[in-house]
């Protein structure tokens, strides 16, 4: 079945750096991939649909200076994290649809903890 | 808009049945699905449901009325493993972006 690549794991940055998250489609072609966040204990929230080729379209509230998507190609979209501080740690999850009744594949997701 | 409401918290019991609602409005209807979550992991897809009725799969299944808005996950046998959040979840707007509920924390208790 499709399957979705997601790194690293887990990440500890110091407050002001960056952080990238990569989430790669293994053996699919995903024109469309979508980037969630996770707090303890509550469900997915969406923060982005990554478009190959265009720029991401970023739910609202979601600051997109500050979570830079880069959909470069139809098996690979980056999250940035840029300045990350500590209400930033989180546990961000990629997801890649080959179209609504084909079912959505999740990445294994990134435990980002900012210090 | 969208609105997907699922009750927070269920208990039961080794063995038993349970029964997880959830109630859904979406602009819009590709289907619902449903998923479970362990702490600390990715959600593992349960079923879609895009047509009225029910589906069986294993000790898992899963109900969808469209004229009302409604679907339930209904899990037998349960056992311990079984303990985890259930998601529910519709796609939503021009690139079918699947959108969750809060999710059903379930605690399976001997």
């Known amino acids: 079945g499709a399957v979705v690549s997601q790194h690293p794991s887990r990440v500890i940055c110091k407050s002001g750096t960056s952080v990238k998250i990569e989430c790669r489609s293994l053996d699919f072609q995903a024109t469309t991939m979508f980037w969630y966040r996770q707090f303890p204990k509550k469900s997915l929230m969406l923060m982005a649909t990554s478009n190959e080729g265009s720029k991401a379209t970023y739910e609202q509230g979601v600051e997109k200076d500050k979570f830079l998507i880069n959909h470069a190609s139809l098996t690979l979209s980056t999250l940035t994290v840029t300045s990350a501080h500590p209400e930033d740690s989180s546990f961000y999850i990629c997801s890649a649809s080959q179209g609504s009744r084909s079912g959505y594949t999740f990445g294994s997701g990134t435990r980002l903890t900012v210090v | 808009g969208q609105n997907i409401d699922q009750p927070t918290e269920m208990t039961a019991t080794e063995g038993a049945i349970v029964q997880i609602n959830c109630t859904y409005q979406?602009?819009?209807?590709?289907?619902l699905f449903w998923y479970q979550q362990h702490a600390g992991e990715a959600p593992t897809f349960l079923s879609y449901n895009v047509l009225d009725g029910l589906e069986e799969k294993g000790r898992f299944s899963s109900f969808l009325s469209r004229s009302k808005g409604y679907s339930y996950l209904l899990l037998k046998e349960l056992q311990m493993k079984d303990s985890a959040s259930y998601l529910c979840?519709?796609?939503?707007?021009?690139?079918?972006?699947?959108?969750f509920g809060a999710g059903t924390r379930l605690a399976v208790h001997p």
């Open positions: 979406t602009s819009g209807f590709n289907g």
């Open positions: 979840a519709a796609p939503s707007g021009g690139y079918n972006k699947l959108i």
